[in-house]
């Protein structure tokens, strides 16, 4: 799981078995802060997700095809100036790269639209 805002931040992979059960996971999504009144690095988590998460050591397993699911408050915000950007589609076509069978976007706000992904 990545949190994600001015930066983004790991907050565990696919391998660490505290959270493979649903309350587990529950739990730890509710320890999450909010920080809406922030940037959203859509692209930062994206980055990280790719490195991280759907690689060997992030726990992925080849033989399973790979889901992605987005939770945001909004269209990402990274520019071409800041630190670490790279633009979405750029992002989204690395990740094809790892198999992402599936890329759900359930947006927290009402202005965004899938397209912004």
Do not use: C, W
């Amino acid at each position: 799981m990545i949190s994600f805002n001015n930066d983004a931040e790991l907050l565990f992979n696919f391998k660490d078995d505290r959270y493979h059960t649903e309350n587990q996971l529950k739990e730890r999504i509710k320890e999450i802060p909010l920080k809406l009144e922030l940037k959203t690095r859509t692209d930062l988590a994206l980055t990280l997700a790719k490195e991280k998460l759907f690689s060997v050591e992030g726990g992925d397993r080849p033989d399973v095809p790979n889901a992605l699911i987005i939770f945001t408050d909004g269209k990402s915000t990274g520019k071409p100036k800041d630190k670490g950007y790279v633009p979405i589609p750029e992002t989204v076509e690395t990740l094809t790269k790892v198999r992402i069978h599936r890329s759900i976007h359930p947006s927290i706000h009402p202005s965004i639209h899938p397209s912004n992904f």
